[in-house]
């Protein structure tokens, strides 16, 4: 909406402006609203805001509205200034209204994995094209914020040419394990990601504050014998079992589960609970990696109920039917979403067949930010 034709009327009392669009809907705006969003009040360059919530009346009051081309001006009770709302601004921010909601953050869930072929499902994309072609990378970074998941193929199998793909899709985390890691397999490793072992489905380093948002695995050498790849929606999960034991959920939102990571150089420790929901009941976030979860503080009548509820999500991650599974070859990588979706491998032998992958961390809000700045750009 973006002139008066699009607009019925607009009407108002002291505390109320009101809207009947052209469509048939009607919003309704508080004065209190209108006075804390008044584009009088905002930086004219940066957009940020001049006062703070104590620098406004505290009623303010609606003395008349009128429509003036694509505006609706309100004049104030007590004040000379009146002040002009764009109507299509209004539109975007009406109650109910999805607003400006941007395209890559419409999570798409996809609960069974086990029925899926990864170059069919997901954004597969030659990486120098996403390097070389904006519109390609922000496609590419949109399915990868909307699946959380995507690859890319034909990369070369050097650091040089990894950080340079990469870091155009957000910005690198550096942590204890450096800000590249290589996955193969080490004598007596001090994390078991560096042995010949399989990994069960899980989430990375849930003991770090905060932990890392998206992750990158860039398939160097791949094992002609084993080492297969597994992938899950944790978000998926987490619904399934919402809806098909909503207690055991609940407990597994509520309560705080310590992990822990020791090495040489590292002593990292944090709760949080397996799922993770924001204020609206959403889930935001899985932490699973039984590998590093430690100790348990609850109290003894709590323990029984906690562990079958534990026992409960963990068959659905043993469960083929959830499982993304497949062989990456050498020069694939894949990104994917480190609080969403959960990763692990099949067991391999490195003394018949080498195994080489390379990995980092990005931050969470860095991918976003690239895909917002690469839509306005495009735009």
Known sequence: MNDTSLVKRVSSTPGTLRVEWADGRASEFLSIWLSDNRPDHRDAFSGQRLVDILDLPLEPRIHSVAMESDSVWIQWEGQAQATGFELSWLARHAPGEAGDRAPELATRLWLEGGTLEASKAFAWTAASEIRGDPAARLAWLTDLLRDGIAFLHGLPCDEAAFLGTVSSIGQVLETNYGRVFDVHSVPQPENLAYSDLGLGLHTDNPYREPVPGFQALHAVVTSLEGG???????????????????????????TAVPFSYRSKDADLYAERPLIQLSCDGAVIAVHYNSRSIAPLRLPPRDVEAFYASYRLFASLLRNPRFQLRLRLADGDLVAFDNRRILHGRTAFSSAKFLRHLRGCYFTRDSVYSEAALLRRKLS
């Not at 297969?228 to 939102?253: C, I, N, W």
């Open 228 to 254: 297969e790849s597994l992938f899950a929606d944790g978000f998926a999960m987490a619904e399934h079992l919402r809806v098909t034991e909503p207690a055991a959920f609940k407990l597994l939102t509520q």
